[in-house]
Every structure is written in C-alpha cells, then in structure tokens.
C-alpha cells in the first residue's frame, strides 16, 4: 500500500512548473510545508492538481455519506489508499472515480519488506531525480452540523510492478503513478472512463529505484522529518 510518503522540494518545484504551465489555474489555499517523511495516518494536507485548480487537501477521502465529524475521522483512516481493482464497486470511491480525480506530486514514497519478525524501510524515488505523480481521487464532504467544508482525496493503489513485489513482499502493491505525459487525462471528468481504467496499471520498475534506510523510519517516537531520515543503509543491490 501507501500510507507513508516524502513531500519537499522537487514537489514544491512540481506545483510551481504546473502552475506556471496552466496559468489559468489558480492555487486554493497557501503551502510551505516540508515532509521528508510523513504518515497518511496524521492526516496531513497537500497540494493536489485538479482539472480546475490546484487545492490544499487532506489525505484521507471522506465519502459524501459520513454522518458527522466523529464518522468522518474513522472513515479517513480507511481510505488513504483505494485498490484500483475494487474502486469502481466500493461505496467511498465509485463517484470518485468517475468525476474527482486529482494528482499528489511526490519527491517519493516508503514501503516496509518483511523478512521474518523483522520489517526493513525502503525509501522509493524516480530514477529520473524527477517526482512521482500520484494517481489519485477526492471528494469535498460537507460538515452537516457546522457547515465546514473539507477537501480530501485517497491515493490509488495497484498490483505491484517486480520491484516493488520484492520490496513489499505481503501485500504485493504500489502506489498509481500516473506519467507527466498523461496529467491532464487523468485530472479531465470528461475523459472516457476505459481510458482512465486502461491508465491504472502498475508503473515502470525501470523508472524508479530504492535503497534501505534506517529503522528509525518506522519509529514514530523519533523525529522522522528530517532529510537525513532517506539516507541510504545498507543497501540490498540485487533489487536494482
């Protein structure tokens, strides 16, 4: 899955070319942000590209269902991440999927190999020194009782190409990485739907590489956010 991702300076950089690129766009809500490791469980807020804007939203998808606040919060904690092979029948994604999709840019993502009772961090990045652009759904739910509007969105998941099946070794997925290529498609509600099912498929191995880092990675009583947190450890060569 992907529950834990690196949001900083290639990614800033990637929302200044986009806006530069549409300047018809315009940018809800203001950004400074740095993550060199965050948890999709704190919920954080990052900047996605809509077919219309560029937003602040929250990671973790309500659905337009949630009956109130206290729903809300347990729902996002069940969709940081929507299975491209079940999103088109899940209750909190079908709509989504149709008509709200967005693109989380990343400077990268980390993924956990079992081996045993033990669990070895890897961090995952283009091997272009470019970003990942995450395939992703939204949806703006609508705080019944305080008239609050939140904007969230979940991460698409996919089977995982061979590198990442060696690295997450349990569940075997990875996170949609749509091609810079394609953005616009993929953000368009008018784009036939074939299209966008034929776009949710694993991405390149060539195209990104991994290295172990510490595991302090998975403590969460550390300070994660640091740049020092993607330093390579003892790195695994036969995964590249």
């Not at 704190?42 to 560029?54: D, G, I, N, R, T």
């Not at 491209?84 to 993924?111: A, M």
């Amino acid at each position: 899955m992907c529950f834990t991702v690196s949001f900083e300076g290639k990614a800033i950089n990637a929302v200044k070319e986009h806006l530069k690129t549409y300047p018809e766009l315009k940018m809800q809500g203001e950004f400074n942000q740095l993550y060199y490791l965050v948890s999709g469980f704190s919920h954080p807020k990052l900047p996605v590209f809509k077919y219309k804007s560029v937003e602040i939203s929250e990671w973790g998808l309500i659905p337009s269902f949630a009956s109130d606040e206290e729903n809300a919060e347990e729902l996002a904690n069940m969709t940081l991440n929507a299975r491209s092979d079940t999103i088109h029948q899940k209750p909190s994604f079908k709509n989504s999927i149709n008509k709200y999709r967005c693109i989380l840019p990343l400077d990268g993502f980390y993924e956990w190999q079992h081996n045993g009772k033990t669990k070895q961090p890897y961090y995952i990045y283009p091997s272009d020194e470019t970003v990942f652009y995450m395939g992703c759904i939204f949806n703006t739910w609508i705080n019944k009782q305080t008239g609050e509007l939140r904007d969230t969105f979940s991460i698409i998941t996919t089977d995982a190409n061979p590198l990442m099946a060696e690295i997450h070794n349990t569940k075997r997925r990875m996170p949609l990485i749509i091609p810079k290529s394609s953005i616009e498609a993929w953000v368009d509600p008018t784009t036939d739907i074939a299209l966008v099912n034929q776009m949710m498929k694993p991405y390149s191995t060539e195209l990104m590489k991994a290295h172990t880092i510490s595991t302090d990675a998975g403590n969460s009583r550390k300070n994660r956010n640091i740049p020092e947190i993607k330093n390579r450890v003892d790195v695994i060569e036969t995964l590249f």
